[in-house]
């Protein structure tokens, strides 16, 4: 069987061979087992991530501040792709979590709905940051909002 795996080759747009594994025994310790140190080193590299998740937001409020939307648009398309070939969907929920509507314009917010349509059952935030979106454009745009709505829901 012929299976994506990050291990399987260097790249990660490849096709390979999964890695083969012997009998399904664990070997690993339970969670309450668990060390507090490998506790604690797992949740600082998850800190890091999320820190460098953290800069990237900032990085498209500045993109979006100095009046750059197609930078913006492509910051936003190239990054959410990268962690979907990753399946770093925690990443993107994260984002959709905390994304400040107030420093993105229409375009974008309908951008970060029509990017993560795909990957909708596996990011469990999208729907709320359908709510949120759908709120504002009821506000701002009343008469075209559920056109623009159809395509990204």
């Given at each position: 069987m012929i299976t994506h795996h990050p291990l399987a080759s260097p790249n990660k747009n490849t096709?390979?061979?999964?890695?083969?594994?012997?009998?399904?025994?664990?070997?690993?310790?339970?969670?309450?087992?668990?060390s507090p140190r490998s506790l604690?080193?797992?949740?600082?590299?998850?800190?890091i991530e999320h820190d460098a998740t953290y800069a990237w937001i900032e990085e498209l409020y500045r993109r979006v501040a100095?009046?750059?939307?197609h930078a913006a648009m492509d910051l936003l398309l190239q990054q959410f792709d990268d962690w979907f070939d990753a399946r770093r969907f925690s990443d993107v929920d994260y984002v959709l979590r905390t994304i400040d509507l107030d420093k993105l314009d229409t375009t974008l917010q309908l951008g970060l709905l029509g990017f993560t349509k795909v990957a909708r059952d596996q990011l469990h935030a999208r729907a709320?940051?359908?709510t949120r979106v759908e709120e504002r454009l009821r506000g701002t745009d009343p008469q075209r909002c559920e056109r623009l709505l159809a395509r990204v829901r």
């Open positions: 096709w390979g061979p999964a890695p083969v594994v012997g009998p399904l025994v664990s070997t690993t310790k339970s969670w309450s087992q668990s604690s080193a797992s949740h600082e590299a998850r800190s100095e009046s750059k939307p709320a940051l359908l």
